[in-house]
T-cell receptor, first 115, second 115 residues
Framework: EAEVAQSPRYKITEKSQAVAFWCDPISGHATLYWYRQILGQGPELLVQFQDESVVDDSQLPKDRFSAERLKGVDSTLKIQPAELGDSAMYLCASRPLAYSYNEQFFGPGTRLTVL | AQSVTQLGSHVSVSEGALVLLRCNYSSSVPPYLFWYVQYPNQGLQLLLK??????LVKGINGFEAEFKKSETSFHLTKPSAHMSDAAEYFC?????????????FGKGTKLTVNP
């Protein structure tokens, strides 16, 4: 069964360092999402891609976060510099078509701890 | 704007007892509603979805939910809890922003199943 892949699964870094997360969506899924989930809360959307284009990045802290999906397949989310408040689970999800009723498929996430 | 409210951040039931997790939504457009489950340090898995067809929706693992427009509710139920149901459950609604679509999640309800 096809799955969304994410790496690394866990990342520990020090404040002010740079970190990067990778996501490979299910093959053929045009829409890709990055979410941030703070402990004890629901996921919040950071950025949405349709193929290689950013559709929504209104909640992405652009002074330190960046995201790209250069070939419209896999994607990278970067934080530079990391801050203590960035400690969270970063989830990637994908969706096959731009239809509302198609649910999103989530990867296992990357747990980031900033010391 | 669309939003969901999950009543009760923690619910505890005995094995074999009824599970009831509450979700109320707010949406300016006909809602598409979802329930996801998350096990520790894992991504989200879809349990079921409502997309304006039948108001009683059956999902995986014996869960079901009923859409009640008059009450703006989409509560999740399971007749008999199993130990393996212990997890965190998230209700979500389709959200629209700037022409793009996303999922807006509630804060989650952690379900504990006691032997």
């Amino acid at each position: 069964e096809a799955e969304v892949a994410q790496s690394p699964r866990y990342k520990i870094t020090e404040k002010s360092q740079a970190v990067a997360f990778w996501c490979d969506p299910i093959s053929g899924h045009a829409t890709l999402y990055w979410y941030r989930q703070i402990l004890g809360q629901g996921p919040e959307l950071l950025v949405q891609f349709q193929d290689e284009s950013v559709v929504d990045d209104s909640q992405l802290p652009k002074d330190r976060f960046s995201a790209e999906r250069l070939k419209g397949v896999d994607s990278t989310l970067k934080i530079q510099p990391a801050e203590l408040g960035d400690s969270a689970m970063y989830l990637c999800a994908s969706r096959p078509l731009a239809y509302s009723y198609n649910e999103q498929f989530f990867g296992p996430g990357t747990r980031l701890t900033v010391l | 704007a669309q939003s969901v409210t999950q009543l009760g951040s923690h619910v505890s039931v005995s094995e074999g007892a009824l599970v009831l997790l509450r979700c109320n939504y707010s949406s300016s457009v006909p809602p598409y509603l979802f329930w996801y489950v998350q096990y520790p340090n894992q991504g989200l898995q879809l349990l079921l979805k409502y997309t304006s067809a039948a108001t009683l929706v059956k999902g995986i693992n014996g869960f079901e939910a009923e859409f009640k427009k008059s009450e703006t509710s989409f509560h999740l139920t399971k007749p008999s809890a199993h130990m393996s149901d212990a997890a965190e459950y998230f209700c979500a609604v389709r959200g629209t922003q700037g022409g793009s679509e996303k999922l807006v999640f509630g804060k989650g309800t952690k379900l504990t199943v006691n032997p």
